[in-house]
């Protein structure tokens, strides 16, 4: 059984990335058993474990956790707090690897062609409507048509409903969203991944890959919120050799 998912996007090689799934760690129900987040309820030495072993298995480092509050501000790491108010991170420093926790928001993934910046960003929807992926792309040195975007796994269109506030929010920036939203009686089924491609596209990224994994669905593999309610949270990962 597989405990990671390895991004397929043309990253250089110098750009290491993962998605962690649920398998694999000590926690036990209804955290079980790779759950890094250690703001869910879980025991604190199960989430160290957990990430302990997370990094033996695959990190330079132990990642720079945020604490992430479903905004839009970017903290450039290695960061001078221990654990800053973000929901996006970028790097230009070997072995520092900067790391989102979801578990139904979008985790997304960038990286510059030449392979001297990354960024891992938290997109959940209110981040995504804000301009979360756009002030990511700000940092960057490289202009977005030279940077490479993966998405990760997130709810999908067929399980996230939204009401109509959701939708206005989104169709307020840019009225071609509407593509992304399914009527169900009062309410919206939302395609995140495709929300979040246009925006990227919109602020110039042309290259675009994603895994189209669904957390709420998918209930073997990924931590669920808005399914479970009390769970785990899964990581995306990204760093440079």
């Given at each position: 059984?597989?405990?990671?998912?390895?991004?397929?996007?043309?990253?250089?090689?110098?750009?290491?990335?993962?998605?962690?799934?649920?398998?694999?760690?000590?926690?036990?129900?209804?955290?079980?058993?790779?759950?890094?987040?250690?703001?869910?309820?879980?025991?604190?030495?199960?989430?160290?474990?957990?990430?302990?072993?997370?990094?033996?298995?695959?990190?330079?480092?132990?990642?720079?956790?945020?604490?992430?509050?479903?905004?839009?501000?970017?903290?450039?790491?290695?960061?001078?707090?221990?654990?800053?108010?973000?929901?996006?991170?970028?790097?230009?420093?070997?072995?520092?690897?900067?790391?989102?926790?979801?578990?139904?928001?979008?985790?997304?993934?960038?990286?510059?062609?030449?392979?001297?910046?990354?960024?891992?960003?938290?997109?959940?929807?209110?981040g995504l409507c804000?301009?979360?992926?756009?002030?990511?792309?700000?940092?960057?040195?490289?202009?977005?048509?030279?940077?490479?975007?993966?998405?990760?796994?997130?709810?999908?269109?067929?399980?996230?409903?939204?009401?109509?506030?959701?939708?206005?929010?989104?169709?307020?920036?840019d009225v071609q969203?509407?593509?992304?939203?399914?009527?169900?009686?009062?309410?919206?089924?939302?395609?995140?991944?495709?929300?979040?491609?246009?925006?990227?596209?919109?602020?110039?990224?042309?290259?675009?890959?994603?895994?189209?994994?669904?957390?709420?669905?998918?209930?073997?593999?990924?931590?669920?919120?808005?399914?479970?309610?009390?769970?785990?949270?899964m990581a995306t990962?990204?760093?440079?050799?």
């Open positions: 059984m597989s405990e990671w998912i390895i991004p397929d996007w043309p990253a250089p090689q110098r750009v290491q990335a993962c998605s962690t799934l649920r398998h694999g760690g000590v926690s036990t129900a209804p955290w079980d058993s790779l759950n890094l987040g250690a703001h869910v309820g879980d025991a604190e030495t199960h989430v160290l474990q957990n990430r302990q072993y997370l990094k033996d298995k695959l990190l330079p480092a132990m990642p720079q956790w945020l604490n992430q509050v479903h905004g839009q501000d970017v903290v450039r790491l290695p960061a001078d707090e221990l654990l800053p108010n973000a929901d996006a991170a970028i790097t230009r420093e070997s072995g520092v690897v900067c790391a989102i926790m979801t578990a139904d928001c979008l985790p997304v993934l960038f990286c510059s062609d030449d392979g001297s910046e990354v960024a891992a960003a938290h997109a959940g929807w209110r804000n301009g979360v992926l756009e002030q990511t792309l700000q940092q960057f040195r490289s202009p977005a048509r030279e940077i490479h975007a993966w998405l990760g796994p997130a709810i999908g269109p067929q399980a996230f409903e939204v009401g109509a506030e959701v939708r206005e929010a989104f169709l307020a920036h969203a509407d593509a992304a939203f399914r009527p169900v009686g009062d309410k919206f089924f939302a395609n995140i991944w495709q929300l979040a491609r246009q925006r990227l596209q919109a602020a110039g990224v042309h290259s675009i890959s994603g895994s189209q994994r669904c957390t709420f669905t998918e209930a073997n593999d990924f931590f669920s919120y808005r399914r479970d309610g009390i769970t785990g949270r990962l990204i760093w440079l050799r």
